[in-house]
């Protein structure tokens, strides 16, 4: 699976709006291998900033998580340091990609160019499950358990799924698995 090289991303988010990321988590594969994963807290955009008890009680994050923990700005600058010129594959990437959009909007500064991949689109198409949340496709294709809302899990996780979906099928290169996306791979476009 030498072909098959990409970043796997998660953001959670502070409350309902999209810019308030609170943390991410990265998973690198190369030739088909996780072989570096990194995640933790941000502080939100200041505009943003405040945490919502729903979201609390599902990722866990509270205000004083975050005291201490880098910028956005300072986190997008490692972000891309980490992806490289890899494509992003993110689990539901139109929220993760809006996650990334709309913490630029609230920071004031234009988003980097980037281009997403989708692994819950991959995974209606491929593996024909009723639900296709992470937690149902990582159990049908094996995966360990996992926390699911915590970003670095949820980004090796998706990374996994991904590599365990390419292997069933055959499809080891991001060109494969996605194949009417390829060109727009090639040809970053603005997230």
């Known amino acids: 699976m030498q072909g098959l090289n990409?970043?796997?991303i998660d953001f959670e988010t502070a409350n309902n709006k999209r810019g308030s990321v609170c943390a991410v988590g990265l998973a690198k594969v190369q030739g088909g291998v996780v072989v570096d994963s990194k995640s933790w807290l941000i502080q939100p955009p200041p505009s943003v900033s405040h945490f919502e008890s729903?979201?609390?009680s599902v990722n866990g994050i509270r205000p004083g998580d975050v005291m201490g923990a880098p910028s956005w700005r300072?986190?997008?600058?490692?972000?891309?340091?980490?992806?490289?010129?890899d494509v992003l594959v993110a689990h539901n990437a139109s929220f993760d990609r809006s996650v990334l959009r709309n913490a630029c909007s609230e920071s004031g500064f234009e988003p980097p160019e980037l281009s997403f991949l989708c692994s819950l689109?991959?995974?209606r198409r491929l593996l024909g499950l009723e639900v296709n949340k992470l937690p149902h496709v990582a159990k049908a294709l094996g995966l360990a358990s996992f926390n699911h809302h915590d970003a670095g899990d949820d980004s090796t996780v998706c990374a996994e799924a991904v590599i365990?979906?390419?292997r069933a099928h055959g499809l080891h290169s991001t060109e494969l698995l996605w194949p009417t996306k390829s060109?727009?791979?090639?040809?970053?476009?603005?997230v």
């Open 54 to 56: 729903r979201n609390i």
């Open 121 to 123: 689109d991959l995974a």
């Open 6 to 8: 990409f970043t796997a």
């Open 164 to 166: 365990a979906i390419a």
């Open 74 to 85: 300072a986190s997008l600058d490692h972000i891309v340091d980490f992806v490289g010129t």
């Open 183 to 190: 060109k727009s791979k090639a040809e970053p476009s603005r």
